[in-house]
Nanobody, 119 residues
Framework: QVQIVESGGGLVQPGGSLRLSCAAS????????MAWYRQAPGKQRELVAA???????NYADSVKGRFTISRDYVNNTMYLQMNSLEPEDTAVYYC?????????????WGRGTQVTVSS
């Protein structure tokens, strides 16, 4: 079973930047698609950005032009570069991965990292 761990969250002022990381580890696995989700207090979890094994990306309309998703395929790590942050971006950010092990595929989630945008 693969484990994924997020890092890089924190407190930032409006207009600032943060870079989130998501590292996958385990044995005998491969990662297919990966994505970042976020959940703000009192709201449902929503997709922020996703990236396929082939490098295709898609973004929520609210973050297009401000956030960039990328992957390091050698080290099984995904990143989310967040620029021009707004208070509305405040949320817990979760990493999701579609993983494959011998004879099975499954979804796995990280525990999340808090991003707070406030002056």
């Amino acid at each position: 079973q693969v484990q994924i761990v997020e890092s890089g969250g924190g407190l930032v002022q409006p207009g600032g930047s943060l870079r989130l990381s998501c590292a996958a580890s385990g044995s005998r696995f491969s990662i297919n698609a990966m994505a970042w989700y976020r959940q703000a207090p009192g709201k449902q979890r929503e997709l922020v950005a996703a990236i396929t094994s082939g490098g295709s990306t898609n973004y929520a309309d609210s973050v297009k032009g401000r956030f960039t998703i990328s992957r390091d395929y050698v080290n099984n790590t995904m990143y989310l570069q967040m620029n021009s942050l707004e208070p509305e971006d405040t949320a817990v950010y979760y990493c999701w991965a579609r993983a494959s092990s011998p004879n099975t595929q499954y979804n796995t989630w990280g525990r999340g990292t808090q991003v707070t945008v406030s002056s």
